[in-house]
């Protein structure tokens, strides 16, 4: 079992940026995949982008990539989500999700998932 805890949310105007949070307890000791989604009110749950263990392979959602970055230090059981140019319909619920690594499948069939931040970006 692995637990999530994502931090790092909170209201930003248009432009500016935030980095969040995603910290894991339990069976870390594993090699988990890790992944970013988002919500936005009225809509489903969006990939974002996901990493390997290793943190040497990426994935992003391709109209994300060049503004979102994903990050992760082992050692401190953490994986980051770098978010800049922040744009109004950025504005979701940010969950972080686990699974144990499949070097086949890094965008589906997470198993593990945090509780969730809420990332507001105004006009």
């Known amino acids: 079992q692995v637990q999530l805890v994502e931090s790092g949310g909170g209201l930003v105007q248009a432009g500016g940026s935030l980095r969040l949070s995603c910290t894991a307890s339990?069976?870390?000791?594993?090699?988990?995949?890790m992944a970013w989604f988002r919500q936005a009110p009225g809509k489903e749950r969006d990939f974002i982008g996901s990493i390997s263990w290793s943190g040497d392979k990426t994935f992003y959602k391709n109209y994300l990539k060049g503004r979102f970055t994903i990050s992760r230090d082992n050692a401190k059981n953490t994986m980051y989500l770098q978010m800049n140019s922040l744009k109004p319909e950025d504005t979701a619920v940010y969950y972080c999700a686990a699974k144990l690594e499949n070097e086949k499948d890094y965008l589906t069939n997470y198993d593990y998932w945090g509780q969730g931040t809420q990332v507001t970006v105004s006009s």
């Open positions: 339990g069976r870390t000791f594993s090699r988990y995949a």
